[in-house]
């Protein structure tokens, strides 16, 4: 059974940092490309970055370039969202997913609010 399981959200104040952690189970993590996404309340959700299944390529949203960066831990089956200089408008619930067979997989969601 796959599981995404998010962690690490929480209240920080603008220009703060965050670190997000997506633990995967039920499948062979290392063979497989893995994002993140967000979504807003009454916004749909959003592409945030994604990395391949070695972590030798990456790519991110144009609002997140060089503020977040996502890494990869194959031995521990986990995947890390590092968000720094964290602004208002990132405020988010946060979710990690990946497509396994045809199939979307999705974590029930990490919140992320960015305010003073």
């Known amino acids: 059974q796959v599981q995404l399981v998010e962690s690490g959200g929480g209240l920080v104040q603008p220009g703060g940092s965050l670190r997000l952690s997506c633990a995967a189970s039920?499948?062979?993590?290392?063979?497989?490309?893995m994002s993140w996404y967000r979504q807003a309340l009454g916004k749909g959700r959003e592409f945030v970055a994604t990395?391949?299944?070695?972590?030798?390529?990456?790519r991110y949203a144009d609002s997140m370039k060089g503020r977040f960066t996502i890494s990869r831990d194959n031995a521990k089956n986990t995947m890390y969202l590092q968000m720094n200089s964290l602004k208002p408008e990132d405020t988010s619930v946060y979710y990690c997913?990946?497509?396994?067979?045809?199939?979307?997989?999705w974590g029930q969601g990490t919140q992320v609010t960015v305010a003073s």
């Open positions: 990395i391949t299944s070695t972590g030798a390529m990456t």
């Open positions: 997913y990946t497509r396994l067979m045809s199939a979307d997989y």
């Open positions: 039920g499948f062979t993590f290392s063979k497989y490309a």
